[in-house]
T-cell receptor, first 112, second 110 residues
Framework: DTEVTQTPKHLVMGMTNKKSLKCEQHMGHRAMYWYKQKAKKPPELMFVYSYEKLSINESVPSRFSPECPNSSLLNLHLHALQPEDSALYLC???????????FGEGSRLTVL | DAKTTQPPSMDCAEGRAANLPCNHSTISGNEYVYWYRQIHSQGPQYIIHGLKNNETNEMASLIITEDRKSSTLILPHATLRDTAVYYCIVTLGGYNKLIFGAGTRLAVHP
């Protein structure tokens, strides 16, 4: 199993809603990542979890709240988002030895 | 992480080799060169990485200059399905940051 699975694939939410994005991998990887990608731009790193602990936060606004309940699962909790937060949110995982990232297909978020 | 410079776009005829250059003149001795690509509306896909030596796998070859200040990704026989944005990234690897630059948009045409 070499997949990173992200749900939902599409999400539309209002600025007052609370929603969550979910990412799952069963490759035994101990680091997981969240990236944000706007149209025609490269992915921007948001968070890195290593051994279920937050190791990197790229100064992301607090309306984005990551959570890593266990080594296979990564969530991104969303609250009070702005329309400019509309983007493709990508999850990735890696093993330490090779460092190659395995990406999911992303969750496309639209904030109205 | 070292900064990379790539041409914004390139064209390649189907069946020919695609050679994608990347400059990383500030790379440090323990940083790796990674290449990823992103086909439209999909997540990025790992292609290859290297430290000093040239590398080859089933997808591509990576040529790193002796001074490690630049590298070239070679797709030996490009197909239409290789049309994508190609990202060259320099990083320590492991569980460290992977920061994407603007990349090169490769268009493979018949």
């Amino acid at each position: 199993d070499t997949e990173v699975t992200q749900t939902p694939k599409h999400l539309v939410m209002g600025m007052t809603n609370k929603k969550s994005l979910k990412c799952e991998q069963h490759m035994g990887h101990r680091a997981m990542y969240w990236y944000k990608q706007k149209a025609k731009k490269p992915p921007e790193l948001m968070f890195v979890y290593s051994y279920e602990k937050l190791s990197i936060n790229e100064s992301v606004p607090s309306r984005f709240s990551p959570e890593c309940p266990n080594s296979s699962l990564l969530n991104l909790h969303l609250h009070a988002l702005q329309p400019e937060d509309s983007a493709l949110y990508l999850c990735a995982s890696t093993q330490r030895v090779t460092g190659e990232l395995f990406f999911g297909e992303g969750s496309r978020l639209t904030v109205l | 992480d070292a900064k990379t410079t790539q041409p914004p776009s390139m064209d390649c005829a189907e069946g020919r080799a695609a050679n994608l250059p990347c400059n990383h003149s500030t790379i440090s001795g323990n940083e790796y060169v990674y290449w990823y690509r992103q086909i439209h509306s999909q997540g990025p896909q790992y292609i290859i990485h290297g430290l000093k030596n040239n590398e080859t796998n089933e997808m591509a070859s990576l040529i790193i200059t002796e001074d490690r200040k630049s590298s070239t990704l070679i797709l030996p026989h490009a197909t239409l399905r290789d049309t994508a944005v190609y990202y060259c990234i320099v990083t320590l690897g492991g569980y460290n940051k992977l920061i994407f630059g603007a990349g090169t948009r490769l268009a493979v045409h018949p």
